[in-house]
């Protein structure tokens, strides 16, 4: 006679608990979160032994990051092993109530005037939104519609094909995006987020890394991080991805420098963002809270990415009288630091001498003696002053990287920049494992790996090894590599 289901299902599950320890630990090495959580609901055997991998963790403004952000933070066994808090900036677009009537044969907003899309269903009843939320919604399609998939499988494309299909118009997404909005709201005036935080701080004692990013949200069904609250979202809805940090004002930055003890990171993710400068202009909240973090024992790692404008701003010369001189100084412990504008090489063009910043009147080197890693990106520079900086780092350096950099004199470049440096810095003569790596980006970067390993070797080979300069400048300074 034939066993039932359950009873089948009791016998498999037997016979997997009687597996050794270490055949299980592999197997779920394999597995994902999602997995390894349905799996510990089948029976307290596997609920022993079966532990999620949870090493980061996420928060926002979006109540369900925080609900799973304190849930992991309270968890005795599951707050020991996260390193990394991930802080996710993004904030939906709010959008009050209101009614809405018909000027000149477009439905327009009584109060904001802004031009709604509308629909009736079958039923007779409006359904409307704002254009703008129609606009972001149709782009998303259109952006999904431009991705190549030369690299991706066709059941990974047919699943993208029935996602997009599914999806609900414009209209009925809105109302749950106004849902969404409400609780960021009480999110913000509550400051749950940021009592999170603090909660978080004290529960997780392995973190070493606290990360801001500007969105997690990237791309609809492909988001830069996979967050409690965006896999929450249900499967048919449609939004318009949430404005970066350069959409605030001066008085709009976010009120998220909470002190920690090992390592910051501004992460822009590529985007054309950052922190803004203006923090260093004038004393303010955010500056006093770098300032308290910078000044912690044992503060090692400062990743910092600033937005300085766009291209037709003038944007260099608040850093004439800033603060930041002040807040770097702090650190006497620093080994690793990354500053970077969102300027590329493209502003060159307009710069002059008006525009030069001493690099020691921001980077105060002397006060870093164990300092392993400098990099510098997007910023205008002087190349005898960079050479002095760069003859400043302590004798613990071990890696420079240059990006982007935007030289003010005309006759400057990288070319005439890795010659001097190879002339007056001496880096030679040291031993051959206390010399820098060094890093050319003179553009963006490609994505390769390998071409980054290549580009590296060759500069090395030419700063110690008497080989060929790599850098040469071609039609309207631009920088081209032959390693």
């Not at 972001?136 to 494309?157: M, Q």
């Not at 002397?366 to 002053?385: C, G, I, N, T, Y």
């Not at 920049?417 to 030679?428: D, F, I, V």
Request: hydrophobic share 35%; glycine share 6%; net charge negative.
């Amino acid at each position: 006679m034939a066993s039932s289901p359950s009873a089948q299902a009791t016998t498999d599950r037997n016979r997997l608990t009687t597996l050794p320890v270490e055949t299980y630990l592999s197997i779920l090495s394999y597995l994902p979160n999602s997995d390894i959580k349905n799996l510990r609901l089948t029976c307290s055997s596997l609920s022993n032994i079966a532990y999620l991998r949870l090493k980061r963790v996420f928060l926002s403004v979006n109540r369900r990051d925080i609900d799973v952000f304190r849930a992991i933070a309270s968890h005795e066994t599951l707050c020991q092993k996260v390193v990394e808090i991930i802080w996710d900036d993004t904030q939906f677009i709010s959008w009050k109530l209101e009614e809405v009537v018909r000027e000149d044969g477009y439905l327009v907003g009584a109060v904001t005037g802004a031009v709604y899309d509308g629909s009736t269903d079958r039923g007779g009843t409006v359904k409307r939104c704002p254009k703008w939320f129609t606009r972001g919604c149709v782009d998303n399609i259109h952006e999904l519609g431009c991705c190549t998939y030369d690299e991706v499988e066709d059941a990974e494309l047919i699943k993208r094909r029935a996602q997009v299909s599914a999806l609900i118009p414009p209209w009925d997404s809105w109302t749950h995006y106004q849902r969404l909005t409400q609780e960021q709201e009480e999110v913000i005036r509550s400051r749950a987020d940021v009592d999170a935080l603090k909660f978080g701080l004290d529960r997780f004692p392995a973190l070493k890394r606290v990360t801001l990013i500007p969105s997690a949200h990237k791309q609809l069904f492909t988001p830069l991080y996979d967050t409690p609250m965006i896999r929450s979202l249900p499967y048919t809805f449609n939004y318009p991805m949430p404005c970066i940090w350069t959409g605030l004002d001066e008085s709009g930055i976010p009120d998220h420098a909470v002190p920690w003890n090992d390592k910051l990171v501004i992460d822009t993710t590529g985007l054309n963002t950052g922190v803004n400068y203006h923090i260093f202009n004038t004393p303010c909240r955010e500056s006093f809270d770098l300032d308290t973090l910078l000044r912690q024992p044992g503060f090692r790692h400062l990743d910092l990415n600033l937005f300085v404008g766009w291209e037709k701003d003038d944007v260099w010369l608040p850093f004439r009288h800033c603060l930041l001189h002040s807040c770097l100084s702090q650190c006497s412990d620093l080994e690793y630091i990354s500053f970077r504008t969102n300027r590329g090489i493209y502003a060159t063009d307009d710069l002059s001498m008006d525009h030069f910043i001493p690099l020691q009147s921001i980077f105060p080197v002397e006060k870093w003696p164990r300092l392993k890693h400098f990099a510098l990106s997007s910023f205008p520079v002087v190349q005898s002053d960079l050479l002095a900086l760069l003859a400043g780092l302590p004798p613990t350096l071990r890696s420079v990287e240059l990006s982007q950099l935007l030289f003010i004199d005309e006759e400057e470049c990288y070319t005439s920049l890795l010659e001097q440096m190879r002339n007056t810095l001496h880096w030679g003569d040291r031993p051959e494992e206390e010399r820098p790596r060094v890093s050319f980006w003179p553009r963006q970067p490609s994505g390769m790996p390998h071409i980054y390993a290549w580009m590296e070797n060759s500069v090395e080979n030419f700063l110690y090894g008497g080989g060929e300069n790599p850098m040469h400048r071609g039609p309207g300074r631009r920088m081209y590599f032959s390693g």
